[in-house]
């Protein structure tokens, strides 16, 4: 039902380092608003959604580009969709140490 992306690069400022959270919804926006108020008001936290796993792909490629193994990549979602983002992840060179996953059902 919902999958969520994370990238947190590593530094010894955590607290300073960037945040990205992508969502992909599938048509599920719970707090969706309460996201987006807090990247506006939050200079070094950007919020994403995508409609489409292709789009939350490309987002996390542009992530890997920047961030590359310097940061902890953590997915959790259903469990195909968990899956096929790991994979997208190893096979953009992320090694499986700065790689997080957490898989749930959802509702039906």
Known sequence: ????LLYVPLSKNAGKSPIILNHFDKGV???DNEMKELAQKTPNFTY????ELSQSQEFLKRAIDEYGNQSRYLITGQPDDVK???NFLKEN??????IQVSSFRGLK
């Not at 039902?1 to 969520?4: C, E, G, K, R």
């Not at 994403?48 to 409609?51: A, H, L, Q, V, Y």
């Open 48 to 51: 994403k959604t995508s409609e």
């Open 1 to 4: 039902m919902l999958v969520f």
């Open 93 to 98: 060179g992320i090694d499986s140490k700065n």
């Open 84 to 86: 096929e983002m790991k």
């Open 29 to 31: 926006t719970i707090f």
